[in-house]
T-cell receptor
Framework: SQKIEQNSEALNIQEGKTATLTCNYT??????LQWYRQDPGRGPVFLLLIRENEKEKRKERLKVTFDTTLKQSLFHITASQPADSATYLCALYSSASKIIFGSGTRLSIRP | GAGVSQSPRYKVAKRGQDVALRCDPISGHVSLFWYQQALGQGPEFLTY????????KSGLPSDRFFAERPEGSVSTLKIQRTQQEDSAVYLCASSPAGVNEQFFGPGTRLTVL
């Protein structure tokens, strides 16, 4: 069956370090993959989109990689700050399916 | 320049009641999506509109769920004869076109007693 898996447990990172979140998928051939941030009581906020023919995308302190062979995307936040604490969602879109979200990874950055 | 708005923000319904949830997308956005989000889970797709046409409703969990967007802007998600398992946050999102970057509303938290 089709599945998307994100880091199953919350991630705790020391301020200033790089946080790396993982999104693995099976039985999809996604046209592109998106990452969103969600704070408690709010809707998700779009961060980055990466297409199947792109290996890496950057935006300020954020970097996303997309490995279609490994069926994996990595999301990096460099020089992490307490304000980066939130739940991060990956989402896939392929021509055969709607946009499918993972269950999210809760990231906590401690001062 | 307002974003996506949803109303009400919170709704408590007794089991068996009908509810209507409203979404005001960003002006000019062609695509509109509804999602259901359970606690601790990611959003699950319910349905998708392009202008007034409902192009995909495969995620609606039962025939008690109905969505419309009659004039291609505001959308309403209606749930008839609510049941406890309908309790969730219902998110609306819009995008300029297709399934690219989506702009989400704050959601409506529905609690069915």
């Amino acid at each position: 069956s089709q599945k998307i898996e994100q880091n199953s447990e919350a991630l705790n990172i020391q301020e200033g370090k790089t946080a790396t979140l993982t999104c693995n998928y099976t039985n999809y051939s996604p046209a592109y993959l998106q990452w969103y941030r969600q704070d408690p009581g709010r809707g998700p906020v779009f961060l980055l989109l990466i297409r199947e023919n792109e290996k890496e995308k950057r935006k300020e302190r954020l970097k996303v990689t997309f490995d279609t062979t490994l069926k994996q995307s990595l999301f990096h936040i460099t020089a992490s700050q307490p304000a980066d604490s939130a739940t991060y969602l990956c989402a896939l879109y392929s021509s055969a399916s709607k946009i499918i979200f993972g269950s999210g990874t809760r990231l906590s950055i401690r001062p | 320049g307002a974003g996506v708005s949803q109303s009400p923000r919170y709704k408590v319904a007794k089991r068996g009641q009908d509810v209507a949830l409203r979404c005001d997308p960003i002006s000019g956005h062609v695509s509109l999506f509804w999602y259901q989000q359970a606690l601790g889970q990611g959003p699950e797709f319910l349905t998708y509109f392009q202008n007034e046409a409902q192009l995909d409703k495969s995620g609606l969990p039962s025939d008690r769920f109905f969505a419309e967007r009659p004039e291609g802007s505001v959308s309403t998600l209606k749930i008839q004869r609510t049941q406890q398992e309908d309790s969730a946050v219902y998110l609306c999102a819009s995008s300029p076109a297709g399934v690219n970057e989506q702009f989400f509303g704050p959601g409506t938290r529905l609690t069915v007693l």
